[in-house]
């Protein structure tokens, strides 16, 4: 009797929100795209129904991937290809390339959306493609392996962080120099900025912690450590970061942990572990704030996070070793 | 290992550095000009000629090995980030010959004010490097000595092994072949002191993870060249005779110098898979492996060395990138800080290993994952799901803090 009513409370409550979720949908249309880079693709999926839309074939290596500004293409670090791919997201078809350099791995577009920037790993520089003219304007010497991009929204800082070095590097945009180089813990991945400047946020992968550093000063204000009973300290691996749109909330994917980390941004406590698929690599958020998408690298799917009851709804098969995500409004 | 007072004073003292130097204001886009102040940190690398490997396979290129292009790998990796810290590394290469002892070399740079050394040599030689006065306010990285006495007695508080150990080593590979259940083993030895070696591991990794001896044999057939005529008809005959014993899941071969053990494989007489030094074998390093970011470093060494890195250089690389991590973090390039913090909790250091590779205070061994490889491809990493321990899984792996006499 007892679990009878409980489960019919529990469907009535699934129906109820399935109904929200319908009328959510309806008016907020976006669509989330991951990149795969063992079976060199791209997976499209629809982010209100969670439905798999399309797997397109990019060049050798596909990871990391950013919107342009108009939402109109989707710029495509094909790796091994030693290039960036732009696909048009209305046909779904590669367009053109971009001059990025060897073994481009991550990008990031500056605020106005003409200049990419990007992380050559395997050459120590950061280099800054116009993607209007189509051509490489600058290349920032670097840390050995640089790996994370974040542009200040502001516009006035690039930091990009090294792997080997273990440094995040200030570059002004103004004159593309580096000023300001903050060591942190060993191979730092990510560098997001929180939405209102402020602060940046490197996640470091073997170090298992996050540096706040304050923007302002250069120093870092914290190293967000992460325990999970049952999970081996080594195995807590720190790498995509994202802010939710107010800022109050930080969301870190912590690798071979399968967990993603809510921290609350105020206090830089952990608030909650979410369970998540396996290698847990990057997120992004929907465009209403109401879901978190991330990519799982060795159990091939993504998982959906409800962002209001911080409980993770679905996983989706996407490609094989899925590494980064966005979402288009 | 001692003075626990010392350790820790040095350890607030590297904290405090650590503190101011969070923040490094700095420099240009391209030219990058090292600031006045900036300090060196000279390390000597010291080897002994020995007799040239030629290895069995036509397909493998005779290499002079000395671990040299590693260290000069480390060097630049470490010299990339000194531009940012300025501290400015270098390394000098002193090879003797093989009847001459490397002792008035040694005390010549350490007259020049080397104080931090990465040593190719014997056990015995390494020793003998340590005992010496001079060798007391220095650092020295065993970069090529598996002998597990090292390990277990003949310790020294200023030597450090990035090196494994043979028992690392077997117990790397004994771990996969228990996950495998393949639990019977053919051990074959070879006829040179470090094969003993080798099978002596072996038997200590079988007793600790479940492996059984069904036969043991020693290989005494003569080495002979890798250009013969007609030399597999020999090989063929040879071998299947030799491997006709009762029946085991896996061959295991101690051949070090790689004599032999190649010849193994597809030809014994029951058609059972070959591991060991040859086969199925447990690595520090290999061209196999490109997980965990290794790629780029593999392509970095394969640009400047024209050639992929072996064992020797890779260790020798993380004896550099140790020296550098620690001397970034120390803000010092004294060999008395730089040991205490390479030995304390905050070092760690990334290794293209997947978790962060770290010194075990009581011998100076580094802890690292190994890798399980065949020729050709990556077959698994060590230690293995399920192989617990209540400090670090990789303390699995080789002698564990209670299984020694160093302290």
New interface residues.
């Given amino acids: 009797m007892n679990t009878l009513r409980l489960s019919s409370r529990k469907g009535i409550r699934m129906l109820v929100s399935a109904i929200l979720l319908m009328a959510s949908a309806s008016v907020h249309a976006y669509t989330v795209y991951v990149s795969s880079e063992k079976d060199n693709t791209i997976t499209v999926v629809d982010g209100d129904t969670l439905e798999l839309k399309r797997t397109v074939d990019v060049g050798a290596r596909p990871r990391g991937i950013a919107l342009s500004k108009d939402n109109k293409v989707l710029y495509v670090c094909t790796s091994d290809a030693d290039h960036i791919e732009v696909l048009d997201l209305d046909t779904l078809k590669v367009i053109h390339t971009l001059p990025s350099g060897p073994?481009p791995e991550l990008l990031v577009l500056g605020p106005e959306g003409r200049y990419i920037y990007a992380a050559n790993?395997?050459d120590?520089m950061v280099t800054v493609i116009d993607v209007e003219k189509r051509s490489k304007v600058?290349?920032?010497?670097v840390?050995?392996?640089p790996e994370g991009m974040g542009v200040s929204p502001d516009g006035k800082w690039l930091v990009n962080t090294s792997?080997?070095?273990?440094?995040a590097?200030f570059i002004n945009l103004e004159n593309?120099?580096?000023?300001?180089?903050?060591?942190v813990?060993?191979?730092p991945r990510v560098a997001q900025f929180t939405p209102d400047g402020s602060q940046v946020w490197v996640s470091s992968?073997?170090?298992g912690t996050v540096s706040v550093i304050d923007v302002a000063s250069?120093?870092?204000i914290r190293k967000i450590g992460f325990a999970i009973p049952g999970i081996?300290s080594?195995?807590i691996q720190p790498v995509g970061i994202r802010m939710s749109e107010d800022g109050s909330r930080a969301f870190v994917a912590l690798g071979?942990a399968a967990r993603v980390a809510v921290v609350d941004s105020g206090t830089l406590e952990v608030e909650k572990y979410l369970l998540v698929g396996q290698r847990v690599w990057n997120l992004d958020l929907s465009p209403n704030g109401k879901r978190m998408f991330t990519t799982n690298g060795v159990s091939n799917d993504m998982s959906v996070i409800d962002l209001e009851r911080l409980k993770v709804i679905k996983s989706i098969p996407v490609g094989q070793l899925p590494w980064g995500v966005v979402v288009r409004p | 290992m001692n003075n626990f007072g010392a350790a820790c004073l040095l350890l607030k003292l590297c904290f405090a550095a650590?503190l101011m130097?969070?923040?490094?204001?700095?420099?240009?886009?391209?030219e990058?000009q090292v600031t006045q102040k900036s300090i060196e940190i000279p390390i000597a690398l010291f080897s002994q000629a020995r007799e040239e490997h030629v290895p069995i396979s036509l397909l493998d290129p005779i290499i002079d090995d000395s671990g040299l292009a590693g260290a000069e790998q480390g060097i630049r990796?470490n010299n990339?980030?000194g531009r940012?810290?300025g501290q400015k590394f270098r390394i000098t290469f002193h090879q003797v010959n093989a009847e001459d002892s490397p002792v008035d070399r040694f005390r010549q740079q350490y007259a020049l004010g080397i104080r931090l050394f990465l040593l190719d040599l014997p056990a015995a030689t390494i020793l003998e490097l340590a005992d010496l006065p001079e060798a007391g306010g220095s650092l020295l990285f065993n970069i090529g000595a598996r002998d597990d006495s090292l390990r277990t007695h003949a310790c020294r508080e200023n030597l450090l092994h990035t090196a494994p150990s043979r028992a690392m080593l077997a117990d790397a590979l004994a771990q996969y072949l228990a996950w495998k259940r393949w639990n019977r083993w053919f051990l074959v030895v070879g006829r040179h002191a470090e094969d003993q070696a080798f099978a002596e591991a072996l038997k200590r990794a079988a007793a600790r993870f479940g492996g059984k001896l069904v036969e043991e044999k020693a290989w005494t057939f003569k080495a002979g060249a890798r250009r013969t005529d007609s030399g597999h008809t020999q090989a063929q005959q040879e071998v299947n005779a030799f491997t006709q014993v009762r029946d085991y899941d896996i061959l295991l071969v101690a051949d070090e110098r790689e004599e032999f053990g190649e010849y193994l494989s597809y030809r014994t007489y029951l058609p059972r898979p070959v591991g060991g030094t040859q086969g199925l074998a447990p690595r520090a390093w290999s061209r196999v492996h490109e997980q965990w970011?290794a790629t780029?470093f593999q392509?970095?060494f394969h640009r400047t060395s024209g050639r992929w890195m072996s064992e020797l250089d890779y260790a020798a690389w993380i004896a550099v990138?140790s020296i550098g991590?620690g001397a970034?973090?120390v803000r010092s390039g004294d060999p008395a800080v730089l040991r205490s913090y390479l030995m304390g909790p905050e070092f760690?250091?990334?290794a293209f290993k997947?978790?962060?590779v770290t010194y075990r205070d009581w011998n100076g061994q580094l802890r690292q994952p190994l890798l399980i490889t065949s020729p050709r491809v990556l077959i698994s990493v060590s230690p293995q799901k399920g192989f617990l321990h209540q400090f670090?899984?990789l303390d699995t792996l080789g002698f564990d803090r209670s299984e020694t006499r160093c302290r």
Avoid: C, W
């Fill in positions: 073994d790993e395997d120590n600058a290349e920032i010497l840390g050995v392996e792997e080997t070095t273990n440094m590097h593309l120099q580096v000023e300001y180089n903050v060591l813990d060993q191979r992968e073997i170090g250069k120093q870092i081996r080594e195995a071979p | 650590e130097l969070i923040i490094f204001p700095v420099v240009a886009v391209d990058v990796d990339t980030t940012f810290t970011g780029q392509n970095r990138r991590e970034t973090r760690k250091l990334a997947g978790s962060a670090s899984m």
